[in-house]
């Protein structure tokens, strides 16, 4: 191809075959981003009646995704490109993920795809039976088979340590079931007394969390508190929609969510900052990388480092909550006009036992991700039947927070996770937690004044760090040497319940 | 293929043929749907830095589409479906208008498809500059070059009569030149001396027409009114934005929007009952066509045909005016609580010489239509030099309104429409209108009691007319003869103006 063309004249071979694959990735990205605009509008437009006519189309263009993701002609061109060590290191790592997608992808028998796929949807639908119903037995059947889908899943994948590697590595790639197993020991080793000590001191829910709180006025101060942070309008949107959730249209097109409930402020207030954590990383991505396979976030734990960051060290944070309360009180002086700082401050992070993932506060989250992550994984051994689960699930309720759901409805069947078998999920919501509390104690040592920018709601700084951190390293690098890059060594669970046992020290000025 | 399966051993070969044609034409709907979806979201939410990405993206399905249509395969299946005079009814229905797509997609050369592509582009795009700059002289290469390959693309379509046929023919099926240029001569003949002496008799436009509306409120009456008229919203949506459209993304899933003006609520009201209009439609064609090529709307004349009927002939009616006004009065106290119901009538049907064809109201409307069809067929067939368009506009709007613009902004600038070579497109405005007249006459006689329905807000029966007469025909004939078959032969303008002539005589106290 060399000096065939005026103006590619001068291109040397490899980068025609980095071309073609370009093209081929920029496709996909299209595709994709039609993809995740079927996905987006399901979960916040689509009328009723579209259901039925959307699942086939978005099963048609996941289709054509896939018939183009495992072209052979990729495969090819993957290994030229693995070949040449010449290349530059942006597009090493446009075909370092490339190749991990194609891999997933085509190792995986096309009849177990299809098997998995349909299970699925048929267990997900039995879910949304069972749980009303609290019959659990109604599950057991999917949930073995599943597991067993799973196993054949992890299998053709491939594997080194064990089993469970094979699925941690599509959420977070790069970590070992040995490297998580110690974590959440460590974790829950140390969290357990310290959670309880911290419940137990908390006494009674104060009132005026629960009362009436317009939800329109919620929304016009969600709207206002992303701006305040750095959420970017012109390159994004926040809507609302029964579950929040955050996701990339396209380039220039990050769409979050939040909810609000008609007698909470808080819940609107924290999902909000918590999707705006993860907005701000999808829009911290490098343009240049222009929505290519390594110009993405580089894995779930790293993504909920973000959310939880802006929810929890700041969002909860004594300065943060001062910045708020003026502006909140302006909006709701009814609930809110009378509360002093203190008593804000407090209701902002108030704790309590309860049964429920979802509605689980800063202090238990992660004992519920704890049990959930032992649970699956003995079950994925084998050293746990499904059958047990119901039980086992108690016991471990009992063990963390010293409370037995009365209902499995209220135990194990209140996730949908496992129902779809998105097994080796759980753990990156606590791998996150534990980033986001390493991660602020480093940008809290690294530049002085975090404290007084957030007092002026001001999250500027800290989002440039962010930036030079994380961000910009997008996906080109696995995501654990991003993060051990800034904590300086392996994530372990210290910082974090250091960061409880201090914030809740000073809350209930007790020495936890 | 016979006997070879237990549930498919009675199958003919020739519906396997079917089948695998259906096979692909799901997928070419499917592709549409996340088309579609691209398109409405870009003009009603998409983020402004989300511009350029999804220009991309939308290309990329556009290009997977196009070549999934063109695909030889899909003319074999054609070819033999075509010589199966067995099919159901409905099958070569799909056929008919599959084989009108396939042809005008795979006559067209590439070559030509992408010249005029791009130069759409850079010319919608000089006009953008064009317009405010009052400059004609930019636009001239532009149109005359988009003039001469419109004509090569007419030409490797085929026509029989004259080549403007073959644009007419994209947007009308089955409707020729010599037709079209009929109905705008006896419209023009009969319409200009009406108008005028209308115009005349109108006086000084009311003040309340002009005051201000709070634009939640309009919307909120916007969707009130939509689902009083028989929008299923479990079907569909009703957003805003700039300029009003409706778009079917999926089979359940029509959407409309529709605009505000802080200065006034007509703008709102009407909006809003032209495309409830377009959306019944939508929502009216058979669910069993399944978003299959024959499961549409027949033609842009037909669609055009039920917002005008919504908009004028029952929105603007006595009866409909008579139903809105107090619910009006209620939301616009301020406004409309002192407003006679005559006073308003007359001002929702005030009449004025006006410059712009998009704010023109229902008397003057089609004059601006007329104009433009005989400008742009005068310039295709090389009568009328592109060159020499603003002066051909501006004494044509002498000739027919009395009044000149003083500028080609006000002018030949007006429209985008000739800037992306939209030609053929402008007397689908006025087939709708004229149909639209004569099918609600025959509604009229052919069941009693319409005035009674409208006076209650209720368009129930007036919908089961429509759909019984137009909806469930769906694109399964030609449109055409679906409209003959209601109006007992061609359209003329006659009904149309009779029914101008009787409404402004009874507002007017005149006999006009």
């Known amino acids: 191809m060399n000096g065939t063309g005026d103006v590619c004249g001068s291109v040397e071979p490899m980068s025609d075959t980095w071309g073609r694959l370009k093209a081929r990735l920029e496709e996909l990205r299209d595709l994709g981003s039609a993809q995740k605009l079927f996905e987006w509008d399901q979960a916040v437009l689509l009328p009723e009646k579209g259901g039925r006519g959307r699942a086939k189309a978005a099963a048609t263009l996941e289709g054509i995704s896939h018939d183009r993701l495992t072209d052979p002609e990729i495969g090819a061109l993957l290994d030229e490109l693995e070949a040449d060590d010449s290349l530059p290191d942006d597009q090493k790592a446009h075909v370092r993920v490339t190749r991990r997608e194609y891999d997933r992808a085509t190792k995986v028998p096309a009849d177990l795809v299809r098997e998995i796929a349909e299970l699925q949807g048929i267990s997900y639908q039995t879910w949304t039976e069972a749980r009303p119903k609290n019959d659990f037995k109604m599950m057991q059947p999917f949930l073995e088979r599943l597991v067993e889908l799973k196993k054949r899943e992890a299998d ?3 594997w080194e340590g064990e089993r469970y590697d094979a699925l941690i590595d599509v959420f977070e790639p790069d970590m070992t079931t040995a490297e998580v197993e110690k974590m959440f020991a460590d974790l829950v080793t140390g969290l357990t007394p310290l959670a309880n000590s911290i419940l137990d001191a908390a006494g009674d829910k104060p009132e005026w969390l629960n009362a009436p709180y317009p939800e329109d006025k919620q929304m016009a101060f969600s709207h206002w508190l992303c701006e305040q942070i750095g959420f970017d309008t012109k390159g994004g949107r926040l809507d609302q929609s029964p579950h929040p959730f955050t996701i990339q249209i396209g380039v220039g097109d990050v769409r979050q969510t939040t909810r609000t409930e008609p007698n909470t402020v808080m819940d609107s207030i924290f999902s909000t900052l918590h999707e705006t954590g993860h907005a701000l990383y999808e829009q911290g991505i490098p343009e240049e990388l222009n929505g290519l396979p390594a110009g993405s976030v580089a894995s779930l734990g790293l993504h909920e480092s973000q959310s939880r960051m802006w929810e929890n060290q700041v969002g909860r944070s004594r300065p943060f909550t001062e910045f708020m309360l003026p502006h909140l009180k302006e909006l709701f002086p009814e609930n809110l006009g009378s509360i002093p700082f203190e008593e804000f401050h407090r209701g902002a992070n108030y704790p309590q036992r309860s049964l429920i993932r979802v509605y689980a506060d800063e202090v ?15 079950m994925f051994r084998g050293d746990l039947a499904v059958a047990d689960l119901p039980g086992a699930w108690n016991d471990q ?20 996770h496992w129902s779809i078998g998105a097994l080796g999920y759980f753990p990156t919501y606590t791998l996150g937690t534990l980033y986001s509390a390493a991660f602020f104690d480093k940008a809290n040592t690294e530049f002085g004044g975090l404290e007084e920018d957030l007092r002026k709601g001001d999250g500027s700084r800290l989002l440039i760090w962010l930036n030079d951190n994380v961000f910009r390293h997008a996906y080109l690098r696995e995501p654990k040497s991003i993060a051990e890059d800034i904590i300086g060594g392996p994530i372990t669970a210290g910082p974090f319940i250091e960061y409880l046992r201090t914030k809740y020290s000073a809350i209930y000025e007790t020495q936890f």
Not at 368 to 378: I, P
Not at 397 to 415: A, E, I, N
């Open 156 to 158: 053709a994948i491939g």
């Open 364 to 378: 238990t989250y992660n004992l519920h991700v704890a049990l959930r992550f032992e649970l699956e994984l003995a």
């Open 397 to 416: 309720m009992d063990s963390f927070l010293g409370m037995k759901p009365s209902t499995d409805s209220d135990g194990v069947l209140q996730d949908m």
